[in-house]
């Protein structure tokens, strides 16, 4: 690359300013130059513009030198010349041109007693003046002039192998001779064992070496060699005793591991993997994946690590429901978006020695609101696109019984688009495992609920013919997409021990500020939408017959602090924020897991007063009717561990009485006999046994003879 000199900010726009001003000059003249007519480049490429009237040029490239007595270089000539560049042009418009100089030369350094010419035999391998001339026949109308100064690239002269790295045999070598060589074919200052370092050069530093292993003294010569004898430190028997051995004996070469050749590890790829064959299986169990009658894995469109595949394995118990986005520029011609009834209709193992085939419903959609966006969606025109039976939509229910599929139905969504140049289609596909009418629903724990998995609620089944029945229900926030508005928000289900903050925002015009009510009804829906449930289930795996596996969901909703009046810019008394509070207590642990049970969850409302901003000069909120502002509605959840307390409460006399308590005092007399107890540690039991009858030996003998004793037989011997 060009080395471009620095400028400052002014100085970079006046230049700019100076280029636009010689295109259009040069365009109005009819003639031609370089931008810049001078570089210097201390890189193989070089880059610059040809700017005016091109259509008749041609380049010429040349060596050129300064005169010896004038210094001057010489007037630009049309006669090429053979040199070590190539020159290429690019044309980048009607009154442009993007010259290309490369060079045409290796630049690694050339070996000791090399042949190949191909090669820089010094440091400093291009030393040049090169000259562009532009041309029209054999008249020159510019000429640009090119500074070379291009130095060798010093790379190693065995690179090794790309498969594999041979390690020396560390019993008898270390891995790391000389750490303290630290620069490429220099000589590195106090490191003796740098084999790039001259005689002449270790003698300035040979008596201040780096100590140590990054001084190079990895193997240290052990203490018993007769070299390591000092006048100092050695005692006269040492000369009689040391050893003179070799450094492949040295005992520290033993403390590495044996050496071996061995294979590097493949680096990332971004090539497509090579997909093993299927393997049919007899029986299905959750998570194996379904087969074809011709064993073949059953695809269907989905997302997988986040991206759409249009051909992924179907899973067997494992519901997803997935949107994928796809930029059309033209009608598609082959799956998924072109498929006929009868390629959908295939046949597949259902896990009992017997297949079933795919029953397809048709069905012919004229909304296009969930699968295109109105900005994107058009009418039909002749100048535009009209694609027909587009696929929109595939969603399978598998019917499932025992470890086998009992029928498979798809509904088969087609629909007609229509757009100018191109359109965003969103396409939906979904699998769902249903045992008789039931869809088999995940637990979120077994038996406490596990971080990460979804919060259960429930409402009571008001259809069933069992009155006491929950059926299950999920707790959501906010997920907002693509534009953030509530209309095309979507929900995302509440994750244990996740707290999370998330919403949406609310168009809303002066036309709905004059009807508060109906606009606090609207907000209030919105919300209320999130949480359909009335129970919550305590554990991850509750009984939707038994009433005790469920907790009553609590609603409140906080009054304002200020009260307000309805005006007609603004309403009072807005549920813009609803708040998931929930408490939850570790009940046990199984296999090293805590298991936590929800004892309550409380869903409260947040009231705030909404008014259109008229200010900043920007009014036409307040006049136009039908101008709106985005208000936000928010939602959030909150994870609360409720505290154990294990332990007994202290008594009055405990709290206040504190002569025993060894946890608060430094004389601790319940445990002066300690030191003989089995729990004492600090020296064997025997040996703290004899010690202990020691001293009941001492104090017996202190009691007999002391004063008490003497007492004693003084009273006993005037009786």
């Known amino acids: 690359m060009a080395n471009v000199v620095d400028l400052s900010f002014p100085s970079f726009i006046s230049r700019i300013f100076c280029v636009l001003l010689f295109i259009s000059w040069a365009h109005t003249q009819n003639i031609v130059g370089f931008q810049p007519t001078y570089l210097t480049t201390t890189g193989p490429t070089v880059t610059a513009l040809l700017i005016g009237n091109t259509s008749d040029i041609s380049l010429n490239l040349r060596t050129v030198s300064p005169n010896n007595e004038t210094g001057s270089i010489g007037s630009p000539s049309c006669v090429a010349e053979v040199t070590q560049w190539v020159l290429t042009r690019e044309q980048v418009g009607k009154t442009a041109v993007r010259v290309h100089l490369r060079l045409d030369k290796n630049l690694r350094l050339c070996g000791e007693n090399e042949t190949d010419t191909d090669c820089c035999p010094k440091p400093l391998c291009v030393l040049e003046t090169l000259q562009v001339s532009a041309c029209v026949g054999n008249t020159p109308q510019a000429s640009m002039l090119v500074q070379a100064k291009i130095h060798a690239l010093l790379v190693p002269a065995n690179t090794g192998s790309d498969n594999k790295t041979v390690i020396p045999n560390q019993v008898y070598q270390t891995l790391g001779s000389c750490p303290c060589d630290l620069t490429f074919r220099a000589c590195d200052v106090r490191c003796c064992c740098d084999k790039d370092c001259s005689v002449e050069d270790l003698m300035l530093f040979a008596a201040h070496c780096l100590p140590g292993p990054f001084g190079g003294q990895v193997s240290p010569a052990p203490d018993y060699q007769c070299s390591v004898q000092s006048s100092e430190n050695s005692p006269d028997w040492f000369p009689f005793l040391c050893v003179n051995s070799p450094a492949e004996n040295n005992p520290y070469l033993g403390l590495f591991y044996q050496g071996d050749t061995i294979a590097s590890n493949p680096g990332p790829s971004f090539q497509r993997p090579d997909m093993s064959a299927p393997v049919p299986v007899n029986v299905y169990v959750q998570g194996s994946p379904i087969f074809t009658l011709n064993d073949q894995y059953f695809t269907i469109p989905q997302k997988v690590l986040g991206r759409c595949v249009n051909s992924a394995p179907v899973a067997f118990l494992d519901n997803f429901n997935d949107k994928c986005v796809t930029l059309l520029h033209s009608c598609p011609t082959g799956p998924p978006f072109q498929t006929l009834p009868t390629d959908l209709r295939i046949k597949v193992k259902n896990g009992q020695g017997g297949d079933v085939t795919v029953n397809v419903i048709d069905e012919v959609t004229i909304d296009l609101g969930q699968f295109i966006s109105s900005t994107d969606a058009v009418a039909s025109s002749d100048g535009q696109l009209i694609c027909e039976n587009v696929t929109l939509a595939l969603e399978y229910k598998f019917y499932w019984k025992g470890k086998g599929i009992t029928s498979i139905t798809l509904t088969h969504t087609v629909g007609t688009i229509a757009f100018n140049t191109s359109v965003a289609l969103t396409t939906r596909y979904s699998a769902e495992f249903l045992n008789g009418e039931f869809v088999g629903e995940p637990n979120s724990g077994n038996p406490g609920y596990q971080v990460g998995r979804p919060v259960i609620g429930g409402i009571v089944d008001t259809l069933g013919n069992d009155t006491g029945t929950i059926q299950r229900t999920s707790i959501n926030l906010w997920k907002p997409v693509s534009n953030g508005l509530c209309s095309t928000a979507e929900k995302k289900p509440v994750l244990f021990g996740e707290n999370s903050t998330s919403g949406c925002l609310l168009p809303v015009s002066q036309q709905s500020m004059t009807q508060c009510n109906l606009l606090r009804e ?186 008490p004793w003497r007492q004693i037989r003084q009273a006993w011997n005037c009786l």
């Not at 609207?522 to 305590?538: E, F, G, N, R, W």
């Not at 008014?611 to 900043?616: E, K, Q, S």
């Not at 009014?619 to 332990?647: A, H, K, M």
């Not at 445990?671 to 540690?681: D, H, R, S, V």
């Open 522 to 707: 609207t907000v209030a829906s919105l919300q209320a939408a999130l949480i359909t449930a009335t129970y919550v289930a305590k554990s991850g795996n509750p009984d939707p017959l038994t009433m005790t596996d469920w907790v009553n969901i609590s609603f409140v909703t906080q009054n304002s602090s200020t009260t307000m009046e309805d005006t007609t810019s603004s309403c009072y008394g807005i549920q813009s924020h609803q708040h998931i509070h929930v408490w939850s207590l570790i009940t046990g642990i199984v296999d090293g897991i805590p298991q936590r049970d929800i004892r309550a969850l409380e869903v409260s409302y947040s009231l705030s007063s909404w008014a259109l901003d008229c200010g900043g000069g920007d009014i036409s909120r307040c006049v136009d009717p039908l101008e709106t502002q985005l208000f936000p509605i928010t939602s959030s959840v909150t994870f609360t561990d409720i505290p154990i307390n294990t332990g007994l409460p202290k008594t009055r006399f405990q709290i206040n009485f504190t002569e025993y308590d060894c946890d608060r005092n430094d004389v601790c007399w319940p445990e002066l006999a300690f030191p003989i107890t089995k729990y004492y540690t600090g020296e064997p039991y025997s040996q703290s046994l004899a010690k202990g009858l020691i001293l009941v030996f001492f104090f017996i003998t202190a009691s007999i003879l002391g004063t």
